[in-house]
């Protein structure tokens, strides 16, 4: 039975936080008044739990509210670099500020309480004053470091590398065990000098309790902040969803002038819409128009000249399946290349009928490189061809991300066919290289937020290269210029624990691999369990923050491909979610499990 500890998370981050953000703010501004009475002003203690109380309610502020509006809507942090930057800058040093701040309230407290005049001399308003400016700055310079090395990779506001490990063990010593153990020691101290001065004991006693009423709640709600971050496993499709029979009929029908334009963009934009229902439904966080309305995902920017520029012979490229069916490029004839469609007038629609991130699926150059014949075409190189070829595809790319894409993956299914065609990889390597002087382009921001589908071809119940060995192609792949990688997996029955070593061995700390969960090809959907057992298994090489799943190839990657219902691929596709949650629940278990037993550990010690 599916568990419901993230939804049991999730409905602690919206209601608990939310609920703790609202007494937070009202508890800390009543704080913030007393501190600041007459009464009270002129005691160092004051001056440190005050100010502590100020840059409490904006640390909470600043940790909740992205952190709430996240899980309703796009996250901004990934979207911009300068906004991760500081805000990470300026929630750590406001935490870290009142945490010390608490810790010095503490130490006053000991020094009061002390029989020992050279020690009651720290307490003292003007030091407090003092003290508390120097901590301000301190921090605020000590923090710039998040500055330098916070970053945004594969689509996610973090730390990573070494810096990463370093901060971790910052964090576990500066941030968790130091102020709370300060805070702990000059509690005891505090609590021995008021054993051994009997005339101050009644006097300091109520608030010695509320020194400890303070500690505690500082422990519990860092411990409680840090238990409820649940693990999140990206899930994207890869893009394509089988078309309703109607309009497959109606785009055989539009050629012969059997129906009207209208009447084609009606039923279009009714499969657009459906489709992004249906993903809704199926608990997408991500998605797509399903390309209901592209001619195929290889051919859409040519499309409009296909008869103008382009000519077919059976010599040029051609896609062979395993049941002898092709799918054949044009070559072009007529200079010079360009597009007639960016893929950013898909996104422009679906943006319609959905607030969700929308992904955006395009082409990838290398594929569009085979247009040029092997002939040369009269006062046009191949060179000249492939600088064109290349500021198409990035205006391409760009045009999405100006429409409001939340990322675009390029298509690179001719990857593996490749090998089937050249086994010295000389092909490959070509292919490669083409698509890196297109993401070579990019700024590291975008970069992160692009990446590339490889799979063996999808196409009328087969494959065009499932025969080809998964592991000579894979460490020419992870040349690519990219963030995130939509690797084909769950249709791979032989060498799955090499394929996963390989992809440990290649993938960079700044990047995301979503291995294929479901399998297009088979009618049969996929249980919850399988999905997640094949999450548990790449988990075992693939670090978490690193793994996303997806499906192994798109559904219907050309318009006539009705070998698979649109019924079985959202059924797959909800399948894929579901199996997801449950691997995250699974993980989580686990995680706790072993920061119990570390706990233990540290206890015995």
Known sequence: MTSILPSIQIAMIRYGMTTYLAFGNIGNFLALLIFSNKNHRRNPRSVYLGVGSLFNILGINLGIIPLVYALDHP??????????????????????????????????????????????????????????IGIILFWFIICIHILVYQDIQNGSCGMFGTYSLIFSIYSIFIIGLIPPLLMLIFG???????????????????????????????????????????????????GSIPRPIELIAAQHMYPNDTINRNELKALQVKAVRSTIEALERTGSKIITDGEQTKSSFLTYPIYGLKNESY????????????????????????????????????????????NLPIKQAIIAPSALSMLYPK??????????????????????????????????????????????????????????????????????????????????????????SIDVNYLLLLPEIFDLKVGNFFLQFSSETSNRHEILSRIRDSIQPWQRVFIGVTNPLKPRVETFEEVCEQILEAAEYIPIEQLGTTDDCGFSPFDDDQSVSRQTAFEKIRARIQGTKLAEEKLYKKQLIQRTELNTIICQN
């Open 75 to 132: 996250d901004p942090l990934p979207l911009s670099l300068s906004l991760c930057k500081w805000r990470q800058y300026a929630l750590h040093a406001i935490l870290m500020i009142d945490r010390i701040l608490i810790v010095f309230a503490c130490f006053d407290r000991f020094a009061v309480s002390s029989s020992r005049p050279s020690i009651r001399r720290w307490s003292n308003i003007k030091l407090a004053r003092w003290s508390t």
């Open 188 to 238: 005891i101290l505090t609590m021995r000098n008021l054993k051994q001065i009997h005339t101050t004991q009644v006097h300091l006693h109520q608030r010695d309790r509320q020194l400890f009423a303070i500690l505690a709640a500082e422990v519990i709600v860092y411990l409680t902040c840090t238990a409820l971050n649940p693990i999140v496993i990206r899930s994207e499709q890869v």
């Open 311 to 354: 000519a077919f012979s059976s010599k040029y490229f051609a896609l062979t399946f395993s049941n002898g069916h092709q799918r054949s490029l044009p070559h072009l004839i007529k200079s010079p290349f360009r597009y007639t469609t960016y893929a950013h007038v898909y996104v422009d629609e679906a943006k319609k009928y959905t």
């Open 375 to 464: 002939e040369t075409i009269p006062d046009y190189t191949r060179e000249q061809f492939l600088n064109d070829l290349i500021n198409e595809a990035e205006i391409d790319v760009r045009k999405c991300f100006a429409s409001g894409a939340h990322s675009v993956q390029l298509d690179f299914s001719e990857a593996r066919f490749s090998l089937k065609v050249d086994p010295t990889r000389q092909l490959l390597q070509e292919f490669v290289q083409i698509n890196n002087r297109l993401l070579n382009r990019f700024e590291n921001n975008l970069r992160h937020r692009l990446g590339v589908h490889v799979c063996a071809g999808c196409d009328k119940g087969c494959y065009h």
